[in-house]
């Protein structure tokens, strides 16, 4: 993917100082998202990475305004998101869509396949009659299944038909923008390949734009153009796969990328992981400086009084760290 | 590792979109819980009776040639015969029209309180759960501090108010009634508004009456009828229980309760006045038990296989 030319293309959407936390009671705050900022240009896969619970999902989610936004702004092609209308929303779900991660939980199991994926098609008003069945049969057929399915109903697929179905749905709106919040990291591996190429065909012919969302990192590294990082609600990292997967700069990007196993027995055992200490701290009290700090081996008195900015150290390599020159 | 090109495999056996083909015939929710729900025979016997119950109760009344009100003094308490099925009561009423008639009162105000229940309690528990926080908050506590005041006081307030009979009765269960629904569709929606597939609509950009209606609804509906049958047995037992204790129908109307209380009076000399009613509405109370049982198999969906 990497031989994709990006220089020179627009940004489609723009994430700046978004911020997203959710009250926990007893005036406690939960900073899932703690100021992330980055882009992604059109026609472009930006891959977004971290563990759990480090606000990959609540990201994305508050990029197509499934959340409002505690802080911050995103701008998608010019508009800013939080300050739509009603209408002018509507018309912004056209263009920016979801696949979600549960195939099992992402289908209404009391609709029919059909109704599954024309019901973007009737919120619009786009198609009607023949013409909607038309668009659900070519739809179906371009995901892979066939327009018997139609009249289906979700119990009756596997877990990555049902996918396939979900992508379908985010298709018959004919976005520009899709977010895919971990659509493989529920499936079988022979089944992850086959819905990871579908998504790259997809992207190919309609020009699509992703935000790919996962913890395989070696899944992201064959879909995404660039990867941004992410730590407790904040990006540590962000440049293009392969920099990052060459020459990772963050002390947590090293030990992330040092956890992929190599299928190579000799490499395997005389290799050195990096083994990070401790658990991530709780996004309710996230530590005031950097977010690292805790599991730090490099840590120094800087780390623990300011919060290190995301700074370009070299063209298109973006780092958070005191550390990193 | 070696590079594989693809001319070097061919496909053996079955092509793609033959591999994809379902074999088992499509069936909607309906027709699979209808499946399910006829291998349960106890449930279909519950069924069964519970339709003959509700037939003879429209239509002994209306076929037979007594009135339930009008007695003949000449011929008070007598055995079952061919000519009084179930005999007569101590005013000379025949047993048989009045039993009926009572199971017919008895059904009515069981389904009227379910369905005044279920509207109210759907409405309200959906509602909060959609809105949910604060809101949510102050509905249901108001519910609390409605269901801390037992039934009983309801009736026999509403009793001094509107005076006794059928109004009364249903008005009072109800009150009493919804707020178990109005807490059971409160949590559904509130556990089925953070489903996926509730996301994905909002993606779509779907507004809250077409969340509401294709999909939280729908996928509510199996537990709201389980409710709903659990919830005829229980007013007509409230019912019965009241008019034994001599606050529900008022006289020359019966109803199952309002009998067995008759038929207690007698029960020493003739204690087949108590063991028709008696015998209807343990048969009804059981079928609806049974066959609520069997819905809540057939159209839960965490059975389904």
């Known amino acids: 993917m990497s031989e994709k030319k990006l220089e020179g293309r627009k940004n489609i959407i723009e994430v700046n100082n978004l911020k997203k936390h959710f009250k926990v009671g007893k005036g406690q705050i939960l900073k899932a998202v703690d100021g992330v900022t980055f882009s992604i240009r059109e026609g472009e ?109 979700p119990h009756e697929f596997s877990g990555g038909q049902r996918q396939r179905i979900g992508i379908a749905r985010a298709l018959s709106v004919e976005p520009k923008f899709i977010v895919c919040d971990e659509p493989i990291s529920a ?56 920099v990052l997967y060459d020459e990772p700069l963050h002390p947590y990007t090293q030990a992330l990328l040092s956890a992929i196993p190599i299928p190579d027995p000799e490499v ?32 120094k008195d800087i780390c623990r009084e300011k919060a290190p900015e995301l700074r370009e150290v070299k063209p298109e390599h973006f780092v958070a760290c005191h550390i990193v020159k | 590792m070696a590079e594989l090109s693809k001319d070097k495999f061919i496909i053996e056996g079955k092509e793609s979109s033959e591999a994809e083909a379902i074999v088992r015939p499509s069936l909607t929710y309906w027709a699979d819980a209808w499946r399910r729900l006829k291998s349960n025979k106890m449930a279909i016997i519950a069924m069964t009776i519970l339709i003959i119950i509700t037939l003879a109760a429209i239509f002994a009344p209306i076929f037979s040639s007594y009135d339930y009100r009008t007695g003949d003094l000449l011929k008070t308490n007598l055995k079952p015969s061919s000519e009084h099925w179930f005999g007569t009561d101590e005013l000379g009423r025949d047993l048989y029209v009045r039993v009926w008639e009572g199971t017919r009162i008895s059904l009515f105000i069981g389904i009227v309180v379910a369905l005044l229940n279920f509207t109210i309690g759907v409405l309200y528990g959906g509602i909060s759960g959609y809105i949910g926080g604060s809101v949510d908050n102050l509905m249901m506590r108001f519910v609390d501090i409605l269901f801390s005041i037992p039934y009983l006081i309801w009736v026999i307030m509403l009793t001094t108010v509107l005076g006794s009979g059928l109004f009364t009765i249903i008005i009072a269960l109800s009150i009493a009634g919804w707020g178990g629904m109005a807490r059971l569709v409160r949590g559904q929606v509130l556990q089925l508004k953070e489903m996926e597939y509730v996301m994905a609509a909002k993606t779509l950009g779907a507004d809250a009456g077409r969340i509401i209606t294709k999909h939280l609804i729908p996928n509510t509906i199996g537990v709201i009828i389980i409710s709903i049958t659990f919830a005829v047995p229980t007013a007509i037992f409230s019912e019965a229980f009241l008019s034994f204790i001599g606050l529900g129908i008022p006289v020359p109307n019966p109803s199952l309760g309002s009998l067995s209380n008759d038929g207690t009076r007698m029960l020493l000399l003739e204690p087949y006045q108590l063991v028709f009613p008696a015998l209807v509405i343990s048969a009804v109370m059981l079928s609806f038990q049974i066959f609520g049982d069997g819905l809540r198999d057939a159209l839960d969906p965490r059975l389904r296989q």
């Open chain 1, 187 to 242: 499936l079988d591996v022979s089944i992850q390949a086959q819905v990871v190429n579908l998504l790259e065909e997809l992207q190919e012919e309609m020009g699509l734009t992703y935000l790919f969302i996962a913890h395989d990192l070696s899944m992201v590294k064959h879909i995404s153009d660039r990867i941004a990082v992410m730590y407790l609600g904040a990006v540590m990292e962000l440049t293009t796969s392969k």
């Open chain 1, 45 to 153: 896969t930006l891959g977004l990475v971290g563990e759990s619970g480090c606000g990959k999902s609540t990201t994305g989610r508050a990029m197509i305004r499934l959340y409002e936004a505690t802080e911050g702004e995103v701008i998608f092609d010019g508009m800013n998101i939080q300050r739509l209308n009603r209408k002018e929303l509507k018309n912004f779900t056209k263009q920016a869509q979801m696949i979600f991660q549960d195939p099992y939980a992402s289908l209404n199991p009391r609709m029919t396949v059909g109704d599954i994926i024309g019901e973007g098609m009737d919120i619009h008003g786009l198609r009607k009659g023949k013409e909607r069945m038309a668009k659900i049969y070519e739809l179906l057929e371009i995901v892979g299944l066939n327009r018997e399915h139609a009249s289906r109903f």
């Open chain 1, 268 to 299: 395997e055992r005389s290799r050195n992981r990096i083994i990070l200490e401790g658990d991530v701290p709780s996004p309710i009290n996230p530590p005031e400086g950097c977010k690292f700090q805790k599991r730090c081996k490099y840590v």
